[in-house]
């Protein structure tokens, strides 16, 4: 039997000038929980750049790493940045192997990133991925407009809601914001 990687929810919340990537700890290898404390959310270019990942560690690795020297060479320029290394991870022959997506957020803009291609900014202040994604992004769509919730508050308790409910998510909770 074949076993394979499993976990992650990231989450993405931006509300009033403030935005948050949330991400949960847990890495799953088919039935067993192999680690409780994975750190798959962090920042980048001098700390301005919030990214989070969701798939495959080593391709994550890679993909944070690519994702890098495309923010030097582009001078920060976040979105300029993920339409190249979208380009890449689509057409070069060892990139377009790698098995994971990434939420990128600076101060003004958030990205989602995929192998195939996509380089998409969600529509409304959230967007999730990873086997949890819908469930946090689902209840982030619910918290958002509640007056007073502010987009840690929103990230933190979407993500808990997501733990409850999917069984590759835990309450290992790590948050960075801009």
């Not at 979208?86 to 989602?112: F, S």
């Not at 202040?125 to 949890?132: E, H, Q």
């Amino acid at each position: 039997m074949s076993e394979s990687w499993r976990g992650t929810t990231i989450l993405c919340a931006r509300k009033d000038n403030k935005v948050v990537i949330a991400g949960d700890g847990q890495v799953t290898l088919g039935n067993t929980v192999l680690k409780n404390n994975a750190k798959k959310v962090r920042r980048l270019y001098n700390d301005k750049i919030i990214a989070g990942f969701a798939g495959a560690t080593a391709d994550a690795f890679t993909l944070f790493e690519r994702l890098e020297a495309k923010l030097e060479k582009y001078s920060g320029q976040l979105t300029r940045a993920c339409v190249e290394l979208a380009k890449d991870w689509r057409t070069d022959k060892y990139l377009r192997k790698l098995e994971a997506m990434m939420i990128v957020a600076d101060k003004d803009t958030t990205l989602l990133l995929s192998g195939n291609g996509d380089v998409l900014e969600p529509e409304c202040g959230v967007v999730g991925i990873g086997s949890g994604g819908s469930f946090a992004l689902s209840a982030a769509k619910a918290l958002y407009d509640i007056e007073g919730m502010n987009a840690e508050e929103i990230a933190m308790r979407s993500m808990k809601i997501a733990a409850e409910i999917c069984i590759y998510t835990n309450n290992n909770i790590i948050m960075e914001k801009i």
